[in-house]
């Protein structure tokens, strides 16, 4: 065998990529590992340096956060300005995009790819900003943190126990032309925190505490080191076949295990899983199906699928092929797609059949050129019986392809007898040869045999001499006639082989295509009974069963779903199932244990072990499946699988979570209790002690400040209990408000007059419009609020400072809002300021709370259909809390009234 280079052409699919990207612009992606690792100042100082190469470049939008340097450096770009977008009340800045296509620059600069833009916008997030303009024919450059990828978001909330919800999809990714890893070590980067050069003083604190660990930083290191080696992998290797390049090139190993259906598999497998580790490498396994597949036994069916399931279970790719020269195609393949190293099995034949039909082993030695050979001698490894026995899929006797050939041969006999009389009687033989390889390729191999038995009977019988009859008198012709019969049986193999080959491709493919829909679907649900529907549905759609899937729970294994739905199982099937289940092994008809049972149980397993069982059954007398069935059953039981442990995952994280919520929920409520409540009652129990022991040798107006300090303290830890019982009345979801129509400066005149103690030492005012519409609300709820929003305005703002309450429509809302003359709320807190138990830090002078009136307002405000936000003052230090309730339909006024 010789390896054929004539044959070596650019990959239509590289090719169709690199046009695709002819007209379009080009994308960088400055790619770094965390925050503050300096992707913003690289990608401004890539601009200048293509801007003093004569480039037009402009920023679209760049974020400084305030870093000195970074700003610096935006001086002498031309900036476009950004869109102002007044949303809700509040002034939000983008990008411009309108305007970037009309300026139409050579490269414009974008921070920020994940950023989700403002309502309004055109596009919901930036990235669809960026490739609006790639489109245009305009170059990006942008930056991006490796947290912000879809497909590592799990694995980065794993690492930092923090969700990032602001993600770009891969795609996104694979289409940049180049990456470019900005990288320091988690040191250096901490340290920067430290100085100031990431985050304010008081963030970088709680960053350093829970993001930026070192574990963290390393983990997240090596997550974006490997996602930028992934794409350049993808490059060297598009560029390889677009330009017809073999390969392999080193600049990255690769591990290719070649499988058949020798019992040797699964000791290959491991060991190219124990190279990939060693090597720390993608790895493939490639299976080479030739046209002698198609008369392989069962068993050794069986052994490859089972071979092959090995090695998608450790990781690896798998890869089946058709070709007839093996050792031509693995080369080729292993070239194309740049594996370095390839693990195959000893050769088992022996020499004389090795030179006989020639050995895949020997020919990889000699052709492999600059690729790793590994040839292993395996052990042979007898797959262990599954335990279930298989059904003997029926072998009709195929009439029609016999009634065919009959026919053919018929339409050759009439055919010869019109050319007779004008051709030799060798050259009528090949109407008859043609007549076999027809009915080869219509009915097959016995039907192409019967073909060429009957041709050459019907040859001897009406064109030979003598004729009419079977007697052969020239001995010429009795050797034509013998040749005739063996050309003829041969053509009627190869016609029957490729006819089995394009009905296998044809089987494969309508497989394939049925596999690729069910995993698209199973990838697209969310919730665990629409898995488990899908999966039922398609198990019993694609063999013809009937499905029962069933889940533990509680202990016990029951009925979660079925097609046709059923949930009755009668006593045998439910010991059947929970046998499966519990020793992760077939169980009930046709199986070894427990075969009474109605249903045929099969575990379904991943990695980790049993998920469920699936039961199947039907009106079929004996076994249910056929060795094919049941290895495109194992293909659907995996994937199924897979999709249930994946919710199933999902739910855990989510109770991990909600665990630890409740975890820092109850910690910051003994800490509140411990602390907060303690105040109170210490200042409480101190004077009223002081008026028992001193009583008699207090003054009047001792006595009666000792009684303030009693009353206030009192008042005060009231309400931080009534705090504490009306944030348990929003967690359980007992709140029923009471809704009325009500107006709005009613409620306020009552809530200021309750904080009248509260807001002594400050200015009130009040700007509540006479004609405020009406609106539908729990008075006691609304009132509460303005005064948790009263209280926290008096707390942070110093005293004979103006605490100012407005009312105002906008549209079909009204609007209250709480306004102070305090220090207003840090830039980093008005996202969490809401959440229970936070507290922003504050001075000694303010006093100390719980942390829940502004979370206990957001609940109310919630619960009675309105909104509620932060902000802070614009003409001068301050913060403004702003209420936006519906505006409720108003009563008809009767003629009487009027």
Not at 278 to 292: F, I, N, V
């Amino acid at each position: 065998m010789a390896l054929d280079d004539g044959d070596r052409r650019p990959s239509p699919d590289a090719l169709l990529e690199r046009a695709a990207q002819e007209g379009r612009g080009r994308l960088k992606i400055f790619l770094g590992a965390a925050p503050g690792v300096g992707k913003t100042y690289e990608m401004l100082m890539s601009g200048r340096a293509r801007q003093a190469d004569g480039i037009d470049v402009v920023i679209g939008v760049v974020e400084t956060h305030g870093r000195r340097e970074t700003m610096a450096l935006v001086d002498g770009f031309e900036i476009i300005p950004r869109r102002i977008i007044d949303y809700r009340g509040q002034t939000l800045d983008e990008m411009d995009l309108d305007a970037v296509l009309a300026r139409r620059p050579s490269l414009v600069l974008v921070d920020e790819l994940a950023h989700t833009n403002a309502p309004e916008s055109r596009h919901p997030k930036r990235y669809l900003d960026v490739l609006e303009l790639l489109s245009r024919g305009i170059d990006v450059y942008t930056t991006l943190n490796v947290q912000h990828v879809e497909s590592l978001n799990d694995v980065v909330a794993q690492i930092t126990r923090i969700r990032v919800r602001e993600t770009v999809p891969d795609s996104v990714i694979d289409r940049a032309d180049d990456i470019e890893i900005i990288d320091i070590t988690p040191d250096d980067l901490i340290k920067r925190l430290h100085d100031g050069k990431v985050y304010m003083p008081k963030t970088a604190r709680r960053a350093t505490e829970n993001y930026f660990s070192p574990g963290n930083l390393t983990a997240l290191r090596e997550l974006a080191l490997r996602r930028t080696a992934e794409r350049v992998d993808d490059q060297l290797l598009n560029h390889m076949r677009a330009h017809a390049i073999s390969g392999p090139w080193a600049a990255g190993e690769r591990v290719l295990v070649c499988l058949d259906h020798d019992g040797d598999g699964p000791g290959l497998v491991r060991y190219a899983r124990r190279q990939a580790d060693r090597l720390r490498a993608p790895w493939a396994a490639l299976h080479l199906e030739t046209p002698r597949d198609a008369m392989r036994s069962e068993e050794e069916k069986n052994r490859l699928a089972a071979t092959m399931r090995l090695a998608e279970q450790l990781g690896a790719e798998t890869i089946t092929l058709p070709g007839s020269r093996v050792a031509a195609e693995i080369i080729a393949y292993a070239g194309a797609n740049n594996f370095t190293h390839i693990v195959t099995g000893r050769s088992g034949k022996s020499r004389l059949l090795e030179l006989w039909q020639g050995s895949v082993t020997q020919d990889l030695v000699r052709y492999a050129g600059d690729i790793s050979l590994h040839v292993i001698s395996g052990q042979q490894v007898h797959p262990a019986a599954t335990g279930v026995r298989t059904a003997t899929p029926p072998a009709p006797f195929r009439w029609l392809s016999y009634l065919g050939g009959t026919a053919f041969v018929a339409l050759a006999v009439g055919v010869g007898t019109l050319l007779d009389k004008i051709l030799a009687v060798q050259n009528l033989a090949l109407v008859f040869l043609m007549a076999v390889l027809a009915a080869a390729v219509q009915g097959g191999l016995a039907a192409g045999i019967y073909a060429s038995v009957l041709a050459a009977l019907c040859f001897n019988f009406f064109f030979l001499e003598p004729r009419y009859n079977f007697t052969v008198r020239d001995p010429e012709s009795v050797v034509a006639l013998v040749f005739f019969l063996g050309v003829a049986l041969v053509a009627s193999n190869l016609a029957a082989a490729v006819q089995r080959q394009a009905r296998a491709a044809r089987q494969r493919a309508k497989t394939t295509e049925d596999l690729y829909l069910f995993s698209r679907k199973l990838a697209g649900t969310g919730t665990l009974d629409d898995v488990l529907w899908a999966t039922a549905f398609q198990i019993a759609s694609m063999l013809k069963v009937r499905v029962v899937i069933l889940l533990p729970d509680a202990g016990e294994i029951v009925v979660k779903a079925g097609y046709p739905p059923d949930d009755t199982l009668v006593d045998a099937d439910i010991a059947a199932a929970k046998w499966a289940w519990e020793h992760n092994r077939p169980a009930g008809r046709a199986a070894d244990t427990l075969p009474g049972a109605k249903r045929l149980y099969l575990p379904l397993a991943t990695g980790r072990g049993a998920v469920g069982v699936i039961g199947l059954d039907s009106d079929r007398q004996g076994p249910l499946l056929t060795p094919e069935q049941q290895r495109l059953f194992d293909a659907l039981s995996d994937q199924a699988a897979l999709a249930i442990e994946r919710v199933q995952l999902v739910s855990d994280v989510d109770r991990a979570r909600l665990a630890a919520e409740t975890d820092r929920l109850r910690g910051a409520l003994l800490s509140s209790i411990s602390h907060d409540l303690k105040t109170p009652l210490a200042s409480i129990m101190g004077s009223a002690g002081t008026l028992k022991d001193f009583h008699a040798n207090l003054d009047d107006e001792a006595r009666l400040e000792l009684l303030s300090t009693v009353i206030d303290e009192s008042e005060r830890l009231n309400r931080f209990i009534v705090n504490l019982l009306d944030m348990t009345r929003l967690g359980s979801g007992t709140m029923e408000p009471n809704y009325a129509l009500h107006f709005a400066g009613d409620i306020v005149g009552t809530a200021l007059n309750r904080a009248g103690k509260i807001t002594a030492g400050h200015k009130t005012k009040t700007s509540i419009p006479p004609d405020l519409p009406m609106v539908r609300v729990d008075a006691v709820l609304l009132e509460q609020v303005l005064f948790n929003l009263i209280d926290n305005a008096a707390k942070y703002a110093p005293e004979d400072t103006m605490i100012e309450i407005r009312g105002w429509s906008d549209g079909d809302h009204v609007k209250l809002a709480v306004i102070d003359e305090g220090p207003g709320i840090p830039s980093d807190d008005l996202e969490r300021i809401f959440d229970s138990f936070y507290r922003v830090r504050k001075g000694d002078f303010v006093r100390a709370g719980t942390g829940l009136g502004l979370s206990i307002c957001r609940g109310f405000v919630e619960a009675v259909g309105g909104r509620i936000k932060a902000a802070n003052r614009t003409d001068r230090s301050g913060a403004i809390f702003t209420v936006s309730l519906p505006i409720a339909a108003q009563p008809p006024i009767s003629e009487e009234i009027k």
